[in-house]
């Protein structure tokens, strides 16, 4: 079975500067995503960062990078030029694709603060 | 385009009472996901739908919880009864099908229970 570890439960950061928030999974699949979400205090699931695993480059969207490592079973989220609205719970998660069902697998998280 | 609408926000209720939970996904995204969340935990999937076919439903406990989503939109969720355990956030998502452009989940805002 598929499992997602997220072994920061708090990261601390201050504004500008650059966080890495790890990630490392468990699979025998060929074929899967990985996922990064945000979830601010609001409650809600915000999506911010997709890398497949046949996708050689790693994936970028503005301030968030994914920091791919396939060999390593690694998907570690980068946030460059934290601001403080980036506080909130991130989570990574793992999506089958060799399988009818394609639910997300979710880690534990890990609760970012950003301070000024 | 509108996001995945859920309703209500929060609810209160008493063990044992009956309560139920509605989603409207993404228009034009057919398949649709349940998520349950406990406090401190990522989300952890109930049930998905493919159009109105169930694709996924080995951890919804059958024995109180239950999910629709006739004619292949609208979805709903309903415990019965309901137990202290029980008290999480319900998620839902919805993404494209298979084969799609993407398969991304994008979540609604969630529905808060309290079971006292």
């Known amino acids: 079975a598929q499992k997602i570890t997220q072994t920061q439960p708090g990261m601390f950061v201050q504004e500008k500067e650059a966080v890495t928030l790890d990630c490392t999974y468990d699979t025998s699949d060929q074929s899967y995503g990985l996922f990064w979400y945000k979830q601010p205090s609001s409650g809600e699931m915000i999506f911010l960062i997709y890398q497949g695993s046949y996708d050689e480059q790693n994936a970028t969207e503005g301030r968030y990078s994914l920091n791919f490592q396939k060999a390593r079973k690694s998907a570690n989220l980068v946030i460059s030029a934290s601001q403080l609205g980036d506080s909130a719970m991130y989570f990574c998660a793992f999506a089958p694709r060799d399988q009818a069902g394609t639910a997300l697998i979710f880690g534990k998280g890990t609760t970012l603060s950003v301070s000024s | 385009e509108a996001g995945v609408a859920q309703s209500p926000r929060y609810k209160i209720i008493e063990k044992r009472q009956s309560v139920a939970f509605w989603c409207n996904p993404i228009s034009g995204h057919a398949t649709l996901y349940w998520y349950q969340q406990i406090l401190g935990q990522g989300p952890k999937l109930l049930i998905q739908?493919?159009?109105?076919?169930?694709?996924?439903d080995s951890q919804l406990p059958k024995d109180r919880f239950s999910a629709e989503r006739l004619k292949g939109v609208d979805s709903t969720l309903k415990i019965q009864p309901a137990k202290l355990e029980d008290s999480a956030v319900y998620l839902c998502a919805s993404s494209d099908p298979p084969g799609g452009s993407t398969d991304t989940q994008y979540f609604g805002p969630g529905t808060r229970l309290t079971v006292l």
């Open positions: 739908f493919q159009n109105n076919g169930v694709v996924d």
